[in-house]
């Protein structure tokens, strides 16, 4: 079945840095969060997708229709920058009704559209304010239902949560969230922050040095990367260089079972902290060191260990399972073969 939105080897040049070629598709309805470090193409592939920048090779497909030579006005896209782009002079109503002007919808249905989506997105209580009054917040909120009121094909969001503090980015994600559910607009939004990615959207893609990297589930990129790039990009913290045979992994103070049969590469293996399971000292265990780090980050406890090998390993436990445990404590850890996730290089 063909794509609603794909993107075919797409390259560019801008300066001095390389887009692509770049290759990624979305059915209609889906939302993808592509995430990557600062300086890595994301605000430049949403540029080519609007039209701002134009693609020297490889063709972007919408809705069947291949978009390539088709100028930013014609593509039907809605595009929310990083810095909102607000008309200043205009009341928060004027700027979420703007698209409007150029629609052949009556003055009366005009007016109940824009009234919809003030009220969809929290902006009826401060509709008659201008633009230069408002929060953050509210600017982002505005920008995109300005953006969305045309009903456009895809909607491109670049840091939506940026420059928010953390209450204003937990109520943007569930703004997020519930207008997605509401409109189902086919949405690409880019961000450097991998909470987004996992709060938010179900398809995920990570870009590195105008190359996308791995795209998949959430879940699938979270919990199985393909690269070690990704893996450490998304918060994989224990990453051990291994040594394959068979269906055995050969890291330097230890020999797993692994799920693969003949691997003939070397690689590394990924051991998710929420996996691990502190054990008593009398059960079998994989790992004995000693506690060097622990902190409350709010969510786990996350517990920092080092063996007599040096050998560092990170655990996210729950408060309960950290109750008496301290900095020096001895500790036992163990976690099973399944979860074991291996990276070949290339």
Known sequence: MTPYFAIDKLENVHGNFKLGPVSMELDKGEYMVVLGPTGCGKTSLLRNIAG????????????????????????????????????????????????????????????????????????????DQHASTLSGGETKRVAMARSLITEPRILLLDEPLGMLDHNGRKKMTRILQMIHTELKTTTIHVTHDRHEAWSIA????????????????????????????????????????????????????????????NL?????ILIRPEKINIVDATSKSKFNGTISEIKD???????????????????HTSLDNAIGLKTGDKICLDWDDESVHTILKD
């Open 52 to 127: 701002i920048a134009v693609s020297k090779t490889g063709d972007i497909y919408l809705d069947g229709e291949n978009i390539n030579n088709l100028p930013p006005h014609k593509r039907k896209i809605g595009y929310v920058t990083q810095t909102s782009d607000l008309f200043p002079h205009l009341t928060v109503k004027q700027n979420v009704g703007f698209g409007l002007k150029y629609q052949k919808l009556s003055y009366a249905d005009k007016k109940a559209k824009t009234g919809r989506f003030l009220e969809l997105f929290g902006l009826t209580a401060i509709a």
């Open 202 to 261: 179900r398809k995920c893609a990570v870009m590195n040095d105008g190359m996308v990297m791995q795209t998949g589930s959430t879940s699938e990129l979270f919990r199985m990367p393909q690269s070690r790039f990704v893996a450490e990009f998304l918060g994989g913290t224990n990453i051990f260089e291994a040594e394959f045979k068979d269906n055995i992994a050969r890291i330097s103070w230890l020999e797993l079972k692994i799920k693969q049969n």
């Open 264 to 268: 003939k590469n070397n690689g590394w």
């Open 297 to 315: 980050s709010g969510e786990f406890i996350e517990i920092v260990a080092e063996s007599v090998k040096s050998v560092s390993i990170m655990v």
